[in-house]
T-cell receptor, first 114, second 113 residues
């Protein structure tokens, strides 16, 4: 069985601060895929990034960066110089190589204050 | 435009009155899935389908039915809705490989009185 834990239920920061959202996962599969999705107040789910289990390179996309560490089963997400528009619920998700179920964490509500 | 559509977007109904939430995608995706989102629980998978006529239970299938008669459509059926099925529902689709991210519909907010 798969499990994704996002221990931070809510985080509040002031604009321009850096913030890291934690994600810890459990799976017995050796091949798996990790995802981050953003859910802004409007409610839709927006895909942010995908990472496969064989690629531990960190990735940076503008103000967003992701730190994947298999040794600690973590896939953390950092927003640099946060902006009010970053306020949203962020979900980490895991999909095993068998391409069936996608397991989500419970989400982290990020509020960026002006 | 590539998209996943759901209808209705909002629905208020009463206990026991059968309802169907439709889901359609125009990306020729093999894989489709239904999730429900509840506070503090994230998204939990209800049912999924790997292809036409192939469906399987997710984590929380009780009280729901699905069908996949056509590749593009994957309706969610609540034959006798109950208040504990009040939730935000999302349909999603992707190509079969687990490498591919899922594309989500806009969501359906269901209230069962």
């Amino acid at each position: 069985a798969q499990k994704v834990t996002q221990a931070q239920t809510e985080i509040s920061v002031v604009e321009k601060e850096d913030v890291t959202l934690d994600c810890v996962y459990e799976t017995r599969d050796t091949t798996y895929y990790l995802f981050w999705y953003k859910q802004p107040p409007s409610g839709e789910l927006v895909f942010l990034i995908r990472r496969n289990s064989f690629d531990e390179q960190n990735e940076i996309s503008g103000r967003y960066s992701w730190n994947f560490q298999k040794s600690t089963s973590s896939f953390n997400f950092t927003i640099t110089a946060s902006q009010v528009v970053d306020s949203a619920v962020y979900f980490c998700a895991l999909r095993p190589g068998s391409a069936r179920q996608l397991t989500f964490g419970s989400g982290t509500q990020l509020t960026v204050l002006p | 435009e590539a998209q996943v559509t759901q209808n209705p977007r909002y629905l208020i109904t009463v206990t026991g009155k059968k309802l169907t939430v439709t889901c359609s995608q125009n990306m020729n995706h093999e894989y489709m899935s239904w999730y429900r989102q509840d506070p503090g629980l994230g998204l939990r998978q209800i049912y999924y389908s790997m292809n036409v006529e192939v469906t399987d239970k997710g984590d929380v299938p009780e009280g729901y039915k699905v069908s996949r008669k056509e590749k593009r459509n994957f309706p969610l059926i609540l034959e006798s809705p109950s208040p504990n099925q009040t939730s935000l529902y999302f349909c999603a689709s992707s190509h079969r490989s687990s490498y591919n991210e899922q594309f989500f519909g806009p969501g359906t907010r269901l209230t069962v009185l």
